[in-house]
Nanobody, 122 residues
Framework: QVQLVESGGGLVQAGGSLRLSCAAS????????MGWFRQAPGKEREFVAA????????YYADSVKGRFTISRDNAKITVHLDMNSLKPEETAVYYC???????????????WGQGTQVTVSS
């Protein structure tokens, strides 16, 4: 069983930055692909970014490329999402997720955190 706990959300002005963190409790954490998703009110959950177990493959949604950076620290069993130049439309609950697959589709994540709220004011 894998437990994921997100932190770092909050209120930020448009153009600002936030760092989200995801602390995992899992044996063999280094074997999981880790991802970040977000869900805005009234919208479907969408993929934001993912990193494979060796952190040599990074994946981003087109909408966040160049502004967001995903990273992981296997020794500390954490995953981070650094978000820059945030936009009001990126207000959402951000979720951390873990998958046992090396290149999971959005439906192939096995474990999810409870989410952390990010609010971007205009």
């Amino acid at each position: 069983q894998v437990q994921l706990v997100e932190s770092g959300g909050g209120l930020v002005q448009a153009g600002g930055s936030l760092r989200l963190s995801c602390a995992a409790s899992a044996q063999r954490f280094n074997l999981y692909t880790m991802g970040w998703f977000r869900q805005a009110p009234g919208k479907e959950r969408e993929f934001v970014a993912a990193v494979n177990w060796r952190a040599d493959k990074l994946y981003y949604a087109d909408s966040v490329k160049g502004r967001f950076t995903i990273s992981r620290d296997n020794a500390k069993i954490t995953v981070h999402l650094d978000m820059n130049s945030l936009k009001p439309e990126e207000t959402a609950v951000y979720y951390c997720a873990a998958s046992r697959k090396s290149q999971p589709t959005r439906d192939e994540y096995d474990y999810w955190g409870q989410g952390t709220q990010v609010t971007v004011s205009s």
